[in-house]
């Protein structure tokens, strides 16, 4: 029989890697509930029209990207690539309008058939917020204040770049597309075949090209901001004397662009130089159109997302867990009154376990495998005396405590 092997482009996580998604998502809970937004769970497939509607059909998630099944009632079901397009599903099929503005946030795993490297899985891991109902630029400062107050937690502010961009509203974003188009053509035979493409579909996301020919192009390519109307000057020169305010910097990045007609203003991603080709571990914009394209009522929205695997890849050492407590019984009399104080440590919210079987020798073994701080020795004359041997596997020291100032010694007390 063969050997099993997980799918290509998933990965098992085991303890470490655990131990440093569960350390980035307790501190985004932290910090999310801090700014009062609202945990939201989506499920993990959608009718697939949910994404061809939002993401677009000719986009390379939903052609080329997405894990797509018709399930046995013959419904098209898609597993979910990213969380807003569910997110905004669940605003409109629960009614939600008449609880705006909603702040939101979320994580768990994603799908998406692409060719697996460094920072990047075909199972994946997201956090991700949203402000809906907030048409006004403090909701873009506060979503990227909130992403910047993330990283910088996790230790990472001196290892991203904040990057920003104004995409306009839809008139600006149209006299922009309009020109840009024009000028494409009169390129189009030195850009790239898909950049041909996007030429016809989504012009737009040839500014972020990644292709040697397309960046020779795009360098002379008119800038948006030498488009945008008066009210879209203002707004955007709000997210930047906020962020000014809060002692965020930014580069301006005239080339960060989202693709859909739905996306307006803001636009901004954390970079870095550290994963190679995947240098976004942030990314987000202002989608105030989204909602109304799939047939909600018409919503501002604001949000972000970010990949828990890069994160993982750039944060130190994550605080060690608690370094747990073992009691090793001598004798049948001593098992059944470790079993008592096992759960007693527990219910005082102090990590501790009692091996199974083996001698004394096998059990210490194992608690020093465990990464055991404190062994607690228990035999017929311990148990005699009302005492137990406490024994600190750091320095080697140990003591006889009474069994009632066990808990205190283990606290703070004599065991120190």
Do not use: C
């Not at 052609?63 to 569910?86: C, H, N």
């Not at 609880?99 to 994580?107: D, G, S």
Request: net charge negative.
């Amino acid at each position: 029989m063969a050997k099993l092997q997980p799918v290509r482009g998933t990965h098992d996580l085991l303890s470490d890697d655990i131990r440093r998604h569960q350390h980035i998502i307790e501190q985004f809970r932290r910090i999310a509930e801090r700014y009062t937004y609202t945990q939201i769970d989506t499920p993990i497939f959608e009718f697939t029209e949910v994404f061809n509607r939002t993401l677009g059909e000719t986009t390379d998630v939903v052609t080329k990207e997405m894990y797509t099944f018709d399930d046995r009632s013959g419904d098209s079901l898609t597993l979910r690539p990213e969380f807003t397009a569910g997110i905004a599903r669940a605003f409109i099929s629960n009614g939600l309008s008449q609880n705006l503005p909603l702040k939101l946030y979320a994580y768990g795993p994603m799908f998406r058939h692409e060719r697996p490297q460094k920072g990047r899985q075909r199972q994946f891991h997201q956090l991700d917020v949203e402000i809906l109902g907030v048409a006004e630029p403090q909701a873009d400062i506060e979503v990227i204040a909130l992403g910047a107050q993330l990283l910088d937690t996790l230790g990472l502010a001196g290892k991203v770049t904040l990057e920003l961009n104004t995409l306009g509203d839809s008139e600006s974003r149209i006299a922009y597309r309009d020109v840009l188009v024009d000028y494409f053509n009169d390129s189009r035979d030195r850009l790239s075949e898909e950049a041909q493409e996007r030429l016809e579909r989504n012009p737009l996301r040839i500014l972020d090209s990644k292709d040697k020919r397309d960046r020779e192009v795009v360098a002379g390519a008119p800038a948006m901001s030498d488009y945008l109307n008066e009210a879209s000057a203002d707004f955007f020169a709000s997210v930047r004397t906020g962020l000014d305010q809060l002692g965020i910097a930014y580069q301006l990045n005239e080339q960060l662009v989202r693709g859909f007609d739905y996306y307006t203003h803001t636009a901004f991603e954390f970079t870095t130089e550290l994963l190679g080709a995947q240098s976004a571990v942030l990314a987000g914009g202002r989608y105030d159109g989204l909602i109304g394209t799939m047939g909600g009522p018409a919503t501002p929205g604001i949000g972000w997302g970010s990949g828990i695997e890069r994160l993982a890849m750039l944060i130190d050492e994550p605080p060690a867990v608690d370094r747990p407590v073992v009691i090793v019984p001598v004798g049948d009399r001593a098992a059944k009154e470790g079993l008592t104080l096992l759960q007693e440590l527990r219910h005082a919210g102090i990590s501790a376990d009692m091996g199974a079987k083996g001698n004394v020798g096998k059990r210490m073994k194992q608690a020093n495998k465990a990464n055991a701080r404190y062994v607690v020795l228990m035999g017929d004359d311990e148990l005699d005396a009302g005492v137990v041997t406490l024994r600190d596997l750091d320095g080697g020291e140990q003591q006889q405590v009474a069994r009632g100032d066990l808990m205190a010694a283990l606290s703070g007390g004599d065991a120190a």
